[in-house]
């Protein structure tokens, strides 16, 4: 559930320029698709349901988008989070969340929309924190032990783009989860500049990412 910040006035319009938050799944049909992908696929459903963007400054401009954390490649999510400006006419909430919903394609699963405070920070300043399900298709009979070693290593350190750091402390919770199938519960620090990646946590068990089927639960905002 997103947090209410809306400005309104007596009509339960916007006080200011009109800053919208959708929430929406990406599914199945998405999961190969990167973020920049992910971007455009927005951009060209709100050009489809004829709302009317606001474009940034510059010598460039670029219609105002922000997603709240990159999901890697290959991954699904129930709970992404994009804020997008629009100028002009002023619409209700009704019409926005009707004219999204008709024009969003495959893979964009679109569940709320809300007015957001213009002022308030960007949104990927917002995000704490992320959560995952990793469901392990191969079956790991000393998965247990594999995360309990983990969970009590002083650090753990992995290589990204050529540099060392430390996954540690970027893994904020990880359990077991035995039923039909073995999963992993995960929460991973999502800031900018310390963000964990659930891939790299499946390597420090000495699981393959692509024996299993990962997919973003929760995003914890500040």
């Known amino acids: 559930m997103l947090d209410k910040t809306t400005k309104a006035d007596q009509n339960g319009k916007p006080a ?3 800053r919208i938050r959708a929430e929406f799944a990406k599914t199945e049909a998405m999961r190969f698709t990167s973020h920049l992908d992910l971007y455009r ?22 219609p105002k988008l922000q997603l709240a954390a990159p999901l890697p490649l290959g991954m699904t999510s ?10 002009g006419e002023t619409y209700d909430l009704d019409q926005i969340h009707s004219l ?12 709320t929309v809300e007015f957001v405070d213009p002022t308030s920070p960007p949104l990927q ?15 790991e009979p000393l998965l247990n032990q594999k995360v309990a070693s983990l969970l009590e ?7 990204r783009r050529n540099k060392s750091y430390d996954l540690r402390p970027l893994i904020l919770e990880l359990s077991t989860v035995h039923g039909q199938s073995q999963s992993l519960q995960m929460r991973l620090s999502a800031m900018e500049g310390s963000t964990g990646r659930p891939e790299e946590v499946l390597l420090a068990l000495e699981i393959q990412p692509e024996a ?3 997919e973003r639960t929760r995003l914890v905002f500040k």
């Open 153 to 159: 290593a002083e650090s753990i350190i992995r290589q």
């Open 78 to 87: 129930q709970v992404e989070i994009i804020d997008f400006w629009l100028s």
């Open 125 to 139: 300043q917002e995000v704490s924190a992320a959560e995952y399900e990793v469901i392990v298709l191969d079956q």
């Open 100 to 111: 999204i919903l008709s024009s969003q394609p495959p893979g964009i699963d679109i569940r």
């Open 16 to 18: 200011v320029a009109m």
């Open 41 to 62: 696929a927005w951009e060209r459903l709100l050009r489809r349901a004829g709302l009317p963007l606001q474009f940034s400054q510059g010598y460039n401009p670029r």
């Open 212 to 214: 299993t089927h990962i």
